[in-house]
């Protein structure tokens, strides 16, 4: 039985951190070029309180992410890395590109909150979703996302940061992780998205 | 910078002795569990009374003592035999059916079909080679759920004779000695092993076992500890405070479990619901 060894060997390489101090995960790897996510079947509500499920988005590029909306620190940042990301992209293709935020903290951010939270971060509404969803589809989520987290005793929600980038398909074609990191490989991916 | 230097030297100690640690173990290890009557099916669960759960790596301070509500958990691990049900009555999760994205290409492949199990499956071994999609999956079809990190831990921790086994050396040992041995091609029947203080059978010495959370507890997540996350729990800071620093058992199986994905499938990873 070696798979010990091997745990151990890999664990520093899944040991990326967002700054800040805020409580972090590192995030785990993910494959891309897989299957679709619009395989997935769990049911989410938007900030309107609209039930929907993640294949609405299916023809369009997305951007995907997860945060929670008590978050102090690198879910704002968060969201400034995604329109960090936006401001460089064609503008053909931005006008296509997808947002779509899931909360880890589906008790708290109900859609009123994340009405709210897309309000205050004064985003494009026709392209930005805000999402709640049960516990459990939320933890299938996180995995398929490659999304590390966990509940603190204090109420707030330690959590790698991860922006995956979907193809019109639904899989997965690249990923930034960490909070203000480079993310020229995704823009470059995404322009190329272009029709 | 001391304590920096403290802790690289011990996680480096840790993971560069390990190996000869555990043989060492195993050979004074006591003898195997005495075998009890097998359990034909993994059917029933056993009660785990309420209690405090002393993590052996807490994540924060505030989480070195974890109070734990009663809850149930399987008494044995899930079978071949009880996956056959499961994916006869769910296609979606049979071989070949299953997207990739949710199990990888290992996926029950010591299975003669998506059907059948064959000779490398014995129907009462525990089924392995399964996700952690695919175990969460059948757990819910029961009306269950994968335990927790902290509720298969706290089951685990119990010994044959007392809740918290833990500081028993021969215990500990024994663990040691099974995590030092090759896992052999057809995996043995579940219920072998010795009740342990709740009921529960084949906890430690059989398969390793998903849990629901696996991977996130690893990193001391507390915000207050200087702003440097870089601290892995099991190798960092909090690994001084660890509850018990001769537990290389629990430090294998936060170690294994951290390393995995959730489409992850391995031949000696099976797991059990709870409740």
Not at chain 1, 131 to 151: C, K, M, Q, S
Not at chain 2, 13 to 31: D, H, N, Q, R, Y
């Amino acid at each position: 039985m070696r798979s010990w060894l091997l745990a151990i060997a890999l664990l520093a390489p899944t040991a990326a951190f967002a700054a800040d101090g805020h409580p972090t995960l590192p995030a785990s790897k993910v494959e891309t070029g897989g299957d679709s996510l619009y395989v997935l079947d769990g049911k989410y509500t938007d900030q309107d309180g609209k039930a929907v499920t993640l294949a609405k988005f299916r023809g369009k590029p997305v951007l995907i992410s997860m945060f929670y909306a008590t978050c102090p620190h690198a879910c704002p940042m968060l969201v400034s890395d995604v329109k960090r990301i936006e401001s460089e992209l064609d503008p053909a293709l931005r006008k296509e590109l997808q947002i779509v935020l899931v909360t880890f903290d589906p008790d708290r951010d109900t859609p009123d909150a994340l009405s709210k939270l897309r309000d205050l971060h004064k985003v494009e509404k026709d392209r930005w979703t805000f999402l709640r969803t049960d516990p459990g589809t939320v933890r299938e989520l996180a995995a398929v996302l490659g999304i590390r987290y966990r509940f603190t005793p204090d109420g707030a929600i330690g959590h790698s940061s991860v922006i995956t980038l979907l193809d019109r398909d639904g899989a997965v074609a690249g990923r930034v992780e960490g909070v203000r990191q480079p993310a020229d490989d995704i823009v470059r991916k995404l322009n190329a998205m272009k029709k | 910078m001391i304590e920096r230097a403290a802790i690289a030297a011990c996680c480096a100690l840790a993971c560069a002795l390990s190996a000869p640690a555990v043989s060492m173990a195993a050979e004074a290890g006591p003898a195997p569990a005495a075998s009890r009557a097998a359990g034909k099916k993994a059917g029933g669960m056993v009660a785990v009374g309420a209690g405090n759960h002393l993590p052996v790596y807490p994540p924060s301070p505030e989480e070195a003592v974890i109070p734990m509500k009663a809850f149930e958990i399987d008494r044995l691990p899930v079978t071949n035999g009880d996956y056959l049900a499961f994916v006869t009555k769910n296609p979606k999760w049979r071989r070949g059916q299953v997207p990739r994205l949710l199990a990888d290409a290992r996926y029950l492949q010591h299975w003669k079909g998506p059907l059948e199990l064959g000779p490398d499956a014995d129907p009462d071994a525990p089924v392995t080679r399964v996700s952690w999609f695919a175990a969460k999956a059948y757990c819910e079809a029961q009306g269950k759920h994968l335990p927790t990190e902290n509720e298969w831990e706290y089951a685990a921790a119990a010994s044959e004779t007392s809740p918290d086994g833990r500081s028993d050396p021969a215990f500990t040992a024994r663990l040691l000695g099974w995590y030092s041995r090759p896992t052999p091609k057809v995996l043995p029947k579940v219920g072998q092993g010795a009740p342990n203080h709740w009921g529960a059978q084949d906890m430690h010495g059989l398969v390793w076992e998903w849990v629901l959370d696996f991977g996130s507890t690893m990193v001391s997540s507390d915000s207050r500890e200087d702003g440097d996350p870089d601290k892995m729990r099991f190798c960092g800071a909090s690994a001084i405070n660890a509850g018990d620093k001769e537990d290389y058992a629990a430090f294998m199986r936060y170690a294994f479990r951290s390393s995995l994905q959730g489409p992850y499938t391995v031949g000696n990873l099976g797991f059990r619901c709870a409740r």
